[in-house]
């Protein structure tokens, strides 16, 4: 597995999200949420294959937990990287300077409770950019030894995303970035924020598998992007890929993209994603031909928060 130095963390080019440890996720999950037994033997796989860095969040249900326990058993919660998320603030919070210097703090401190870690956590994120307002909250925690790095995970609007990238405070961006919304590359985003030392976590890869599904299997209220879909499928063919090796290969080949992160619910998709991952990124001129077949696609098709009740 391909790794990037980063300040004086190791960060494997995959990493793993773990949403799926601790909720049923996604369009396209089949299968709900895995067992703790299940979630040990991906973790392990994970480790085995090179993976460094595992992301979660206070909003994942039992996710911290779980990952926690197994990084425990496993002996390898000194030797990953764990991204984790401040969980959203409410509005009265956010209208309450020491409300949400509060908030912020007890989110932190029952993420290290939850993890099972005693060190200062790697990375912690605002989950929502609108929070990011109080970051000095998150520092000062920083200075107290709970945490490392503070930063920012964003929606898929460039112009925050390009605020925060040339924010000193900000040391890391979680982006999301695929074949059907490339907004963020196409902006710029990933390469100015890696011009400043930022490191960019590029998620929603498979856009919650709308590029891994079986075509039948896409929602009725969102099939409109499957013409565009077909194009990337018949590049992908041309080129002897699958259209989810085309999805993890062109992220792997966006300039300033530090780690590309995905989510899985089973072992044979863990060692799936492995697989692909060592193919390593895109040739330029592969990646040009996405990028060519990619119009700009209406966002209630390309933003998943606006799919609820969607089927």
Known sequence: METRDWDELKLSR????TVQFGLPYGVANRTGQPSYGEVRAIVAAAIEGGVTCF?????????????????????????VVVVTKVRALTPGERADGRLASRAVRESVQASRRRLGIDSPLPLVLFHREEDAVFLDELLALRDLGWLR??????DNR?????RFAADPRVRALQLPCNLLDPRHARAGSLRAAAAGGVAVFIRSVYLQGLLAMPEAAVPAALQGVLPVRRQLEAIARQAGLS??????????????????????????????NLALFAQGPLPAD??????????????????????????
């Open 14 to 17: 995959l990493m793993l999200g």
């Open 158 to 162: 460039p112009g925050p995303a390009a």
């Open 149 to 154: 790095h503070a930063g920012v995970s964003c």
């Open 55 to 79: 992301d979660t969040a206070a909003a994942y249900g039992a996710s911290e937990e779980v990952l926690g326990k197994a990084l425990r058993e496993l002996q390898a919660a000194e030797r």
């Open 286 to 311: 592969l990646l040009a031909a996405v990028d060519a077949a990619v119009p700009a696609l209406p966002e209630a098709w390309i933003t998943p928060s606006m799919w609820a009740g969607k089927g």
């Open 243 to 272: 259209l989810t090796a085309l999805a993890v290969r062109a992220m792997l080949a966006r300039e300033g993209a530090t780690c590309v992160l995905v989510g899985v619910e089973t072992l044979s998709q863990m060692r799936g």
